[in-house]
């Protein structure tokens, strides 16, 4: 068992440290709104691998895979929704981005639920499970789902440690940002690119 888990451990913290939609969420959103709401948008993020590891335990993701049509709907889903929340960004004004009104608009179940959502509606994230995680079993004639269930809690935990490390050191470098007059438009505009651009790529 540990054979396997040490690999796929050290290759899901690589995986994760890439530069990838996720780790830079949360570096915004730390940014924007500081390090406890960057961990509540980590929690979120992480809490869909939970929906993501049970599709690929009981063969949904494999379903979703063969069927294009579906496949497309699912990413036309999260694709709108990130378009809707880059839109709420830009309707929101960049003045009280800092001040403690604008942090406090944003709920940390807000910033869970949206996190929880933006991972949930991003089938790349199952399908790469698919492809990821049966590599690693180590027993691939035993019990395949409880086992998938073990690499799904690794993998959490160590993406869970690690954004929240992001978030911390995110909210280093808020304080120097903040001392700048423009940063709340620079930081609006931001997270409007970054959810637009987490869209494309959801989609091709």
């Not at 993998?155 to 007059?181: D, E, H, K, T």
Request: proline share 4%; glycine share 8%.
């Amino acid at each position: 068992m540990l054979e396997q888990l040490i690999p796929f451990l050290t290759a899901s913290i690589l995986l994760t440290f890439s530069p990838g939609p996720d780790i830079i969420y949360v570096l915004v959103r730390s940014i924007a709104y500081g390090a406890k709401q960057g961990i509540a948008t980590a929690c979120g993020l992480v809490s869909g691998i939970i929906v993501h590891t049970s599709l690929v335990a009981f063969g949904v993701s494999a379903i979703i895979r063969q069927s294009d049509t579906t496949f497309l709907i699912i990413k036309i889903l999260g694709a709108l929704y990130l378009l809707y929340l880059a839109y709420q960004v830009y309707r929101s004004n960049p003045e009280i981005a800092f001040s403690s009104e604008g942090i406090k608009h944003k709920s940390l179940l807000s910033l869970f639920r949206q996190g929880f959502i933006m991972n949930v509606l991003n089938p790349k994230v199952g399908i790469f499970f698919l492809a990821f995680f049966p590599g690693f079993l180590w027993e691939p004639d035993g019990n395949t789902v409880w086992q998938f269930y073990v690499l799904g809690f690794v993998f959490m935990l160590q993406a869970l440690i690690i954004f929240c490390l992001v978030a911390f050191a995110a909210n280093r470098i808020s304080g120097w940002v903040r001392s700048y007059p423009s940063s709340g438009i620079f930081l609006k505009w931001l997270q409007v690119v970054i959810f637009i651009l987490i869209a494309i790529l959801i989609l091709i």
